[in-house]
Structures are given as structure tokens and as C-alpha cells.
């Protein structure tokens, strides 16, 4: 009996670790609150635990910044047909997303993204929730 509770506590300790290392977009993006940016993609970064856009924008005073946009995991985008070759810099790029509840810090949690140029937008046409390339995705050469 005591050896099971031994192996049953050793378990859950496994177990809650992955789930505290993660952390919640809510503590630092203010969730409740969607901006949206248009701007100059610098770089794109398809990456684990999450992918960044970077790109520079007029800030609400119009000034020009630079901001990063954090994404889903890379394995999400894959998935949904995203490759590192996507986005490049100079596309001109519209992204919606909720701010970081520092101001300061010019980064948002991305919830959609368009390339006007060519129509694609993620997501795109999805009623469902889910985030997929959906029909307007052309992967680029």
C-alpha cells in the first residue's frame, strides 16, 4: 500500500511538471483586448514551444516600432501547412492580436495574420475555431 501511494505521488509529480513549465498567454497579453498592427515583416522564427513574427509598425501615436508577435508552436503551423519560407521579410503583413499588458514591450499574442499582396491569411475561412491555412494558403517559392 504505501509503495503504490509512493509510485501514485511520484506519478502526479511527472505529470504537473510539463503543465507548470508552460505559461499562460493571459498573464502577459491582455486577452480582453485585440489590436491590430500593419507592417513590415523583418524576420519569422518557426520555432518550439512557440513561432515569432517580427515585423515594424506604427505604434498608436504613429511612431514606427519594432514588434514581435508570438504564434502558435511550430508544430501547429506545420501542421496547418506553414513552412519557414511563409513569410519573408519586407512582406507587408496585417496582424490582429492582443497587446501585452506592458506597453513597453511592443510585443502581441497573434490570434490572425494577412498578406495582403497575395491573399493568404491565417487563419483563414475557419468558422470552426481552429487555425489552419485554410483556402486562401499558396506556399510561396
Do not use: C
Not at 94 to 117: C, D
Amino acid at each position: 500500500m504505501k509503495r503504490t501511494l509512493v509510485i501514485l505521488g511520484l506519478g502526479a509529480l511527472v505529470a504537473a511538471v510539463p503543465a507548470y513549465a508552460h505559461h499562460s498567454f493571459a498573464k502577459e497579453y491582455d486577452e480582453g483586448r485585440q489590436i491590430s498592427l500593419e507592417g513590415e515583416v523583418m524576420s519569422f522564427d518557426l520555432r518550439n514551444p512557440h513561432s515569432w513574427v517580427y515585423f515594424t509598425a506604427k505604434d498608436s501615436t504613429g511612431v514606427v516600432r519594432q514588434y514581435g508577435a508570438e504564434w502558435a508552436n511550430r508544430n501547429r503551423l506545420v501542421q496547418a501547412g506553414l513552412s519557414g519560407e511563409t513569410l519573408r521579410a519586407g512582406d507587408h503583413v496585417i496582424i490582429a492580436g492582443a497587446p501585452n499588458r506592458t506597453a513597453a514591450e511592443y510585443t502581441v499574442h497573434l490570434k490572425s495574420i494577412s498578406r495582403p499582396s497575395d491573399g493568404w491569411s491565417w487563419p483563414s475561412g475557419n468558422t470552426g475555431g481552429g487555425q489552419t491555412a485554410g483556402p486562401n494558403f499558396r506556399r510561396r517559392r
